[in-house]
């Protein structure tokens, strides 16, 4: 029986400006995987999860979001089929509480979590609920970050470099709270420099140089992987 494809992507080109950033690339998540994208700094991983949501500029080729072809719609409508992207950078609002950054987000699709299984999953944000966004520690703000994009409904998760920054019991946590989306059928996408983290979690890994995928391979295959991985990543 075919695997349920919740994403595919073919012959994606992508532009920051006059910058080509992303040269073909092709890859596809199927509904309940991780897939973890790897490669150096630079190598298009996160310009792809932007392009999959709209925020790079010109982009060709195809996404295809459970069957829906999204390479020309805006953000807002890309989120609406279920796609729920957290970046880097965060986004925690200063001047707003835990709980109203949580809240902030409108739904996108049914089925999102409601608070108290939210605060069930985290529960430092249910101690921090009404703290400043900014009284967070580095790993409750990340933790709000993805708890925000569960709330909406959204059912693939693209989360760029969750681990960075954060102290290793952190960073088990967040391992931890991977592991739980997954089993909740939840489909995800890693880009993480941190590969000891990435590495148990994902079921299958993309390796990305210059803007395109040069390896894919499954978790079985990770240890054969690894003089291939020490030479594109220098894990």
């Known amino acids: 029986m075919p695997a349920n494809e919740f994403l595919r992507i073919e012959n994606l080109n992508a532009w920051y400006g006059e910058s080509h950033?992303?040269?073909?690339?092709?890859?596809?998540v199927n509904?309940?995987?991780?897939?973890?994208l790897l490669g150096r700094n630079g190598a298009g991983r996160t310009t792809t999860m932007r392009a999959i949501v709209g925020l790079t500029g010109r982009r060709t080729g195809s996404i295809r979001i459970r069957g829906t072809e999204a390479i020309k719609l805006p953000p807002h409508k890309v989120a609406r089929l279920g796609v729920g992207y957290c970046p880097e950078e965060?986004?925690?609002?200063?001047?707003?509480?835990?709980?109203?950054?949580?809240?902030?987000p409108p739904t996108v699709g049914p089925g999102g979590?409601?608070?108290?299984?939210?605060?069930?999953?985290?529960p430092n944000l249910k101690e921090r609920a009404s703290s400043p966004g900014t009284r967070l520690s580095g790993g409750?703000?990340?933790?709000?970050?993805?708890?925000?994009i569960l709330r909406t409904g959204a059912r693939l998760l693209l989360l760029d470099e969750i681990s960075e920054g954060l102290a290793p019991v952190i960073v088990q946590k967040l391992a931890d709270m991977i592991r739980a989306l997954k089993a909740k059928g939840y489909t995800i996408v890693l880009v993480e420099q941190n590969f000891r983290f990435a590495a148990p979690l994902a079921d299958r890994f993309y390796v990305m140089e210059h803007g395109k995928i040069v390896r894919e391979f499954?978790?079985?295959?990770?240890?054969?992987?690894?003089s291939m991985?020490?030479?594109?990543?220098?894990?």
């Not at 950033?21 to 596809?28: A, C, I, K």
């Not at 979590?113 to 985290?122: R, S, T, V």
């Not at 409750?140 to 925000?148: D, F, I, K, N, T």
């Open 21 to 28: 950033v992303l040269h073909g690339v092709n890859l596809t």
């Open 31 to 36: 509904e309940g995987e991780v897939v973890s």
């Open 90 to 104: 965060r986004g925690i609002f200063a001047s707003l509480s835990a709980e109203e950054n949580l809240m902030l």
């Open 113 to 122: 979590m409601g608070i108290a299984e939210i605060y069930d999953m985290f």
């Open 140 to 148: 409750e703000q990340q933790m709000l970050a993805v708890a925000r």
């Open 218 to 226: 499954e978790q079985s295959q990770l240890q054969d992987n690894m």
């Open 229 to 235: 991985l020490q030479e594109y990543l220098g894990v």
